[in-house]
């Protein structure tokens, strides 16, 4: 049944196609009898022949322009039902930062850099599957760290596992809270502020522990030192949650802790709640008993614990997805610097090769006022695959426009005859002026090309805007930049290797050979004859 309805299909198409082509045809051939009564026999196929010409320019010269924007508008439309739907939570917006992570991935080129990325996403998809809050206790050696751990531990309530795992010096404790979904890992970590080369790397280790922290408690034993205020305002910065926490209050007495508390909440106003600033004594002084042990009191670590409990149960949802959010554009940004890097050094390469092909054109043709602006540092090609390095689709009408607008900003700062003048003077010490006019030309011609080329790099780097100070401070800052003696001096040794030697080989071949002996005489001289 199928079958025959296709054929039946098939059939009409078929009929219609051949009336059509029938129509055509009778058209044709009445216009060829009505333009034989018109004009002479041999005119009637030329006006034919013009008359279907001027049909099709009229129809491609409407239909094409249509046609253009037709597929232009399907394939926006097109993007836009494939473009992903913003996310609905910030779990979801997480996981589309790692989906284009993955797709940043494929595009960088150095191994060693992709790899070190590539586990650095993994580590922060493990974190969204496992999905623990973290709690990172963060200060000096000195500030009772490791004793605040100790007393949380033995007063938390719920469930304690053992470490599991540490790297340089810091130790992670699985918990479970009663009341809490998630798990909760409290992690200690090295003192800052210590001497030394190691000391130092225990500092780096921490800090970056306390970057990936859900809540971060700071402990200090007295004011703010200026590391740990750094700290403190750097991650509140950021958006990180943090307790500042006062530890060794049994060593004071009541005025001084209530003194110190008020100075730290006033510090901290802006960045932490009064609440968040929480007095503690992690290890108490025992206190002698005559003719008994003495006496140790126990930690005073319970304000503490509610604080922290207050704030997990009310925002640890919001506090995990923040972070792991963050931690997802901090890898976003490392990875976009890797590829603009990459981006920036492919596009360098593309500047070089045409700076030492627009110097080759013009010292092989050199002219009196030759046009430098105009053959060298104004090149449609040049900006083209820059652009297609950048990822942006340029036309040649565009990217002639940019050039064309660089090359006119060059000319109008005095960096063409200003670039002609430097190189002129710099050449002149080491050549004979027979080679001295063509190696100006063409050595001016790649330095002006390598000035445009690196105002376009800072254009597309700046996803195609020129900035506040338009093109003219773009050009001005990369000429100020290659004209410095230590950029000049690389870029004019290169070019001796470039530009300067071939001519001088060029030259050598094309000298008039040296006049050889006479006959009748040998290189003794024009006198010696043979006896």
């Given at each position: 049944?199928?079958?025959?309805?296709?054929?039946?299909?098939?059939?009409?198409?078929?009929?219609?196609?051949?009336?059509?082509?029938?129509?055509?045809?009778?058209?044709?051939?009445?216009?060829?009898?009505?333009?034989?009564?018109?004009?002479?026999?041999?005119?009637?196929?030329?006006?034919?022949?013009?008359?279907?010409?001027?049909?099709?320019?009229?129809?491609?010269?409407?239909?094409?322009?249509?046609?253009?924007?037709?597929?232009?508008?399907?394939?926006?439309?097109?993007?836009?039902s494939t473009a992903p739907s913003p996310p609905g939570s910030?779990?979801?917006?997480?996981?589309?930062?790692?989906?284009?992570?993955d797709r940043l991935l494929e595009r960088l080129q150095d191994?060693?850099?992709?790899?070190?990325?590539?586990?650095?996403?993994?580590?922060?998809?493990?974190?969204?599957?496992?999905?623990?809050?973290?709690?990172?206790?963060?200060?000096?050696?000195?500030?009772?760290?490791?004793?605040?751990?100790?007393?949380?531990?033995?007063?938390?309530?719920?469930?304690?596992?053992?470490?599991?795992?540490?790297?340089?010096?810091?130790?992670?404790?699985?918990?479970?809270?009663?009341?809490?979904?998630?798990?909760?890992?409290?992690?200690?970590?090295?003192?800052?502020?210590?001497?030394?080369?190691?000391?130092?790397?225990?500092?780096?280790?921490?800090?970056?522990?306390?970057?990936?922290?859900?809540?971060?408690?700071?402990?200090?034993?007295?004011?703010?030192?200026?590391?740990?205020?750094?700290?403190?305002?750097?991650?509140?910065?950021?958006?990180?949650?943090?307790?500042?926490?006062?530890?060794?209050?049994?060593?004071?007495?009541?005025?001084?802790?209530?003194?110190?508390?008020?100075?730290?909440?006033?510090?901290?106003?802006?960045?932490?709640?009064?609440?968040?600033?929480?007095?503690?004594?992690?290890?108490?002084?025992?206190?002698?008993?005559?003719?008994?042990?003495?006496?140790?009191?126990?930690?005073?670590?319970?304000?503490?614990?509610?604080?922290?409990?207050?704030?997990?149960?009310?925002?640890?949802?919001?506090?995990?997805?923040?972070?792991?959010?963050?931690?997802?554009?901090?890898?976003?940004?490392?990875?976009?610097?890797?590829?603009?890097?990459?981006?920036?050094?492919?596009?360098?390469?593309?500047?070089?090769?045409?700076?030492?092909?627009?110097?080759?054109?013009?010292?092989?043709?050199?002219?009196?006022?030759?046009?430098?602006?105009?053959?060298?540092?104004?090149?449609?090609?040049?900006?083209?695959?820059?652009?297609?390095?950048?990822?942006?689709?340029?036309?040649?009408?565009?990217?002639?426009?940019?050039?064309?607008?660089?090359?006119?900003?060059?000319?109008?700062?005095?960096?063409?005859?200003?670039?002609?003048?430097?190189?002129?003077?710099?050449?002149?010490?080491?050549?004979?002026?027979?080679?001295?006019?063509?190696?100006?030309?063409?050595?001016?011609?790649?330095?002006?090309?390598?000035?445009?080329?690196?105002?376009?790099?800072?254009?597309?780097?700046?996803?195609?805007?020129?900035?506040?100070?338009?093109?003219?401070?773009?050009?001005?800052?990369?000429?100020?930049?290659?004209?410095?003696?230590?950029?000049?001096?690389?870029?004019?040794?290169?070019?001796?290797?470039?530009?300067?030697?071939?001519?001088?080989?060029?030259?050598?071949?094309?000298?008039?050979?040296?006049?050889?002996?006479?006959?009748?005489?040998?290189?003794?001289?024009?006198?010696?004859?043979?006896?």
């Amino acid at each position: 049944m199928k079958g025959s309805n296709r054929l039946m299909l098939l059939a009409a198409a078929g009929l219609i196609v051949l009336l059509v082509l029938g129509l055509v045809l009778q058209a044709i051939r009445n216009l060829l009898w009505d333009l034989s009564y018109i004009l002479p026999p041999w005119l009637v196929g030329p006006v034919l022949l013009i008359g279907t010409l001027l049909v099709l320019a009229f129809v491609i010269q409407i239909g094409w322009p249509w046609w253009k924007g037709w597929k232009s508008r399907r394939g926006a439309n097109n993007a836009s039902s494939t473009a992903p739907s913003p996310p609905g939570s910030r779990r979801q917006a997480a996981e589309q930062s790692l989906e284009s992570i993955d797709r940043l991935l494929e595009r960088l080129q150095d191994d060693v850099a992709r790899q070190a990325l590539h586990l650095e996403r993994e580590r922060v998809a493990r974190e969204l599957a496992r999905g623990d809050l973290v709690v990172v206790v963060f200060g000096t050696g000195s500030s009772g760290k490791t004793s605040l751990i100790r007393a949380l531990l033995q007063d938390i309530v719920g469930r304690v596992g053992a470490a599991m795992g540490s790297t340089t010096g810091s130790q992670t404790y699985r918990l479970r809270l009663n009341k809490l979904e998630r798990g909760l890992q409290l992690v200690d970590t090295p003192g800052i502020l210590e001497s030394g080369l190691d000391g130092r790397d225990r500092e780096q280790e921490a800090r970056e522990r306390a970057s990936r922290a859900d809540l971060m408690l700071v402990v200090v034993d007295g004011d703010l030192r200026s590391a740990e205020w750094d700290v403190v305002r750097s991650l509140a910065g950021l958006g990180k949650r943090l307790m500042l926490v006062l530890n060794k209050c049994d060593l004071r007495g009541e005025e001084e802790e209530k003194r110190l508390l008020a100075l730290l909440r006033g510090r901290c106003k802006g960045l932490l709640a009064a609440e968040d600033v929480i007095p503690t004594s992690a290890a108490p002084q025992s206190l002698p008993r005559p003719g008994q042990k003495p006496w140790q009191p126990p930690a005073e670590v319970a304000v503490l614990l509610q604080r922290m409990a207050v704030v997990l149960h009310a925002d640890g949802e919001e506090l995990i997805a923040d972070n792991i959010l963050l931690q997802c554009r901090t890898l976003g940004d490392k990875g976009r610097s890797l590829l603009n890097r990459q981006r920036q050094t492919e596009a360098r390469r593309i500047v070089d090769r045409y700076s030492w092909i627009s110097a080759g054109v013009v010292a092989a043709t050199p002219l009196p006022g030759i046009d430098l602006l105009g053959t060298a540092a104004v090149n449609a090609q040049m900006v083209m695959e820059v652009a297609k390095v950048y990822n942006v689709q340029l036309t040649r009408d565009k990217a002639q426009e940019l050039a064309v607008s660089v090359g006119r900003t060059l000319a109008g700062l005095g960096v063409v005859k200003g670039g002609v003048a430097l190189i002129g003077t710099a050449l002149s010490l080491n050549l004979p002026t027979l080679l001295l006019g063509k190696a100006v030309q063409g050595v001016a011609a790649a330095w002006l090309t390598r000035i445009a080329g690196a105002s376009f790099i800072t254009y597309f780097q700046q996803d195609q805007d020129w900035g506040d100070g338009g093109v003219q401070d773009v050009v001005q800052r990369h000429y100020e930049l290659n004209r410095r003696d230590s950029a000049l001096k690389r870029f004019l040794d290169t070019a001796l290797r470039q530009v300067v030697e071939p001519l001088r080989q060029t030259a050598k071949k094309r000298l008039p050979p040296q006049p050889g002996p006479r006959a009748g005489e040998d290189a003794s001289g024009p006198g010696h004859r043979e006896p």
